[in-house]
Every structure is written in C-alpha cells, then in structure tokens.
Nanobody, 125 residues
Framework: QLRLVESGGGLVQPGGSLRLSCAAS????????IGWFRQAPGKEREGVSC????????YIAESVEGRFTISRDNAKNTVYLQMNSLKPEDTALYYC??????????????????WGQGTQVTVSS
C-alpha cells in the first residue's frame, strides 16, 4: 500500500522552528516530485514548497521564502521541510504530496497523485 506520512508538527511560539518530515512507504520517493502544501481554516490549499525527483528544481512560495527550506534524503525515503522564524500566519494543516509531474505544475495546480494525512502546525504565543 502506498502511503505518505507527515510528522513534526506542533505548537510553537512566533519566531520558533519546526522540521516537518514526509516519509513514504510502499514506494520509493526517488522518482517523484514532492510538494508541501498547507491549508488554514477557511482558506484555499496553498503550495508552500516543492522539490523535483533529481533535486535539480526547487520551489519556495514567496510567503515563506528565506524562512522555509525543503530537502530530501532518498536513502531514508523522506523529504523534509525546515521551517524557521515561524509566524502566526503559518498556522495550518501541512500536507506532503508526491507526483510524477514537474514542481511548477504540482504547485500551481495543487494537485498530486499521492497525499499524506497532514500534520498540524500552530504558531501562537
């Protein structure tokens, strides 16, 4: 069974950091573009970051540029989202997703073949 499982979310104060993990089981992430998305209550799903299968292409949304970094460890079949200098507006349910299309397409369409269940990130004092 193909699964993506996110972890690492939680409650953090403004200015704090979290590292989200997206682990795959049942398939190898090496061959997939991996995107991170978030959705806050009452808002549309937003593409946050994306990394191509060969690490050659990455995307970071303007709203998190300079604060969030995406990386992948194919040996661990895991993709990470390092989030620093967190703000209250970063509060959302964060999902990872895998697709065989390019980063730009995945982020713009916010569509992908495989999705995790999400991990909640709450930034609050």
């Amino acid at each position: 069974q193909l699964r993506l499982v996110e972890s690492g979310g939680g409650l953090v104060q403004p200015g704090g950091s979290l590292r989200l993990s997206c682990a795959a089981s049942g398939f190898t992430l090496d061959y997939y573009t991996i995107g991170w998305f978030r959705q806050a209550p009452g808002k549309e799903r937003e593409g946050v970051s994306c990394i191509s299968s060969d690490n050659g292409s990455r995307y970071i949304a303007e709203s998190v540029e300079g604060r969030f970094t995406i990386s992948r460890d194919n040996a661990k079949n895991t993709v990470y989202l390092q989030m620093n200098s967190l703000k209250p507006e970063d509060t959302a349910l964060y999902y990872c997703a895998a697709d065989d299309r390019d980063c730009r397409t995945v982020v713009v369409t916010t569509q992908a073949d495989y999705w995790g269940q999400g991990t909640q990130v709450t930034v609050s004092s």
